[in-house]
Structure formats: structure tokens, C-alpha cells
């Protein structure tokens, strides 16, 4: 198994996925998740608005609570996994538990948040 491993990790290693002729950065990836988001967002208000105009102005308020709710749970866990790395320092096991254990609590917290 250890070969196929270190094959599969080499052959991993080498992939450069391309975008637009140039290589893709996690910028890129981020940019375009982005974009996709804004755009299911217009054209789902769209639908909205033509089936039921006096809707619109509802779905834009849903769809900006979850933008916040969603930045503000990536802003945690952005701060837990640097808070995790920085306290693991020397110790690589207990810095990688660490973080997988905050980004759980953050989890957590999301579930009492919602309910």
C-alpha cells in the first residue's frame, strides 16, 4: 500500500489545474465561487420576482442573512484553524487535533445558532 500511496501523493503533486490558460490559484477558485454564489442569488430573485413580485424583496432579505450567517462562520473557523496552528507549534498531531476540534465546536455553535 505505501507505494500506491507515495504514486498517488507524486501523481497529486504534479497536477496544475488550468484556468483561462494559466494556472489556478485557490484566488481563482475563490473568485468563481463567489461569482456562481451572486449569480444563483440574481437569478433565483429573478424567478422570484416574475412569479410573485411582492416576494423579492423577502428572498433578498433571506438571501443576505445567510451571506452573513455564512461569512461570519467562515470568519471563525479562519480564526480557529490559526488559533490551532499557532498553539500546536513544535507538535504537529496536537496542532492538526486541535484544529479539527475547534472547527467542530464551531460546528456546534452554528447548530445553536439555527435552532
Known amino acids: ?10 501523481f497529486l503533486e ?6 483561462v490558460g494559466t494556472t489556478a490559484t485557490k484566488q481563482h477558485w475563490n473568485w468563481l465561487a463567489i461569482g456562481a454564489y451572486i449569480a444563483t442569488w440574481v437569478v433565483s430573485v429573478a424567478i422570484v ?7 423579492s424583496i423577502v428572498a433578498n432579505v ?7 450567517f455564512l461569512g461570519c ?11 490551532g496552528i ?10 492538526v487535533g486541535l484544529v479539527l476540534a475547534l472547527i467542530g465546536f464551531t ?6 445558532v439555527i435552532a
Open 1 to 10: 500500500m505505501p507505494p500506491l500511496a507515495e504514486r498517488l501523493k507524486t
Open 14 to 19: 504534479n497536477i496544475q489545474f488550468r484556468l
Open 49 to 55: 420576482s416574475i412569479l410573485d413580485p411582492a416576494m
Open 62 to 68: 433571506a438571501f443576505t442573512i445567510f451571506t452573513v
Open 73 to 83: 462562520i467562515i470568519f471563525i473557523s479562519k480564526v480557529f484553524v490559526r488559533l
Open 86 to 95: 499557532e498553539l500546536g507549534r513544535g507538535n504537529v498531531i496536537g496542532g
Open 107 to 112: 460546528i456546534e455553535i452554528s447548530k445553536m
